[in-house]
């Protein structure tokens, strides 16, 4: 559906930005091998092989300066389950294997990214370490703001070294998995919700806090947690049983809405801010744009938008629907 496409446009440009980086690192130098792990195995066969990978291929210390990549890998332990965009041969002094490991991220580096890819590559450095594999360095790959395309000066992305912030966040990322291992342990008795404004982007919402609710309080428009959790603690979660009286103006319009059961137009304003318009000809103009992690005109850095598709219709009059009207369109 149409509400898909800015979630499977980010899925397709992270995409777009890991295999191009990972391209780069396969032909970078004859002494780099990179292998992928197809994404059609099972978890347990994709840990299976990764295990196999990286037992045969680390070399240990003193061996001639060959790296192994494997992008995909998994680590499967009775515990964890986790899957890194590359795993990477280093190494060791003692016989256990020993590996870097990065996540690629088609995103700028900024604090709050900094902290998710923290937890990220704690959490698959516990992994690792359960399935007897040890890791030396964890990397964050992102996008490079100084990169512009046909340019040999910079590359799109760049590697920052989060080794000791991962170090340091696995004892916490550990007791974390273990408390959602004792939640989750009873299925017979599933934690207590936690009611949340990100509760409505949650996969299970319509089988949790929305089960049985055409429409529920997550529905109104700006609201904090704080007052979602004031107004249910109080009213309930749906959206049709609660008052108005703790909601903004925004908010009650649709609320209004919802009680009433049809949508609210305003035709007056509407009338009056056409009529306010100088004309005619009046003009209505769309345009689409794209970003790109990975840009592909010249000069352009990364996420810099260009226009790929516009229309542009006009009419005499931009109150009659009697009115003739015309459209072009490019790309």
Known sequence: GVSDVPELLQIYQSDVFRNTYLRYLDTREPSYSLLTISREMTFAESAKLTQELITTSVAPTGAPPTQQGFANACFLSPHYLARCDLVESASSSSPSPAIDISVVKAAK????????????LAFIRNAALQTGIKVNKSHLVVVNPDYRCGSDDETPWTRVDLTEEVVS??????????????????????????????????????YCMGKGLDHTVWDLPRLSTKRLRSIIEDEGR?????????????????????????????????????????????YYLDFETLASAVPTINGFAPFDAFVF???????????????????????
């Not at 580096?109 to 990220?120: A, C, F, G, L, W």
């Not at 408390?179 to 936690?194: C, F, H, Q, S, Y």
Request: aromatic content about 4%.
């Open 309 to 331: 598709l516009f229309s542009l219709h006009h009419t005499l009059d931009p109150i009659s629907s009697s009115s003739s009207s015309s459209s072009s369109s490019s790309s």
């Open 169 to 206: 966040a696995a004892p916490d990322m550990a007791s974390r998995a273990d408390e959602v291992l004792r939640a989750t342990g009873d299925i017979k008795a599933p934690p207590a919700p936690n009611p949340s404004s990100s509760c409505k982007k949650c996969p299970a919402f319509q």
């Open 109 to 120: 580096n900024n604090s709050k990214r900094k902290k998710s890819s923290i937890e990220q």
């Open 238 to 282: 749906d959206l049709k049983a609660i008052s108005s009286t703790k909601l903004t103006d925004s908010q009650q319009r649709h609320w209004q809405t919802v009680q009433n059961g049809k949508v609210a137009v305003n035709k007056q304003e509407l009338r009056s801010r056409l009529q306010s318009i100088e004309g005619p000809p009046y």
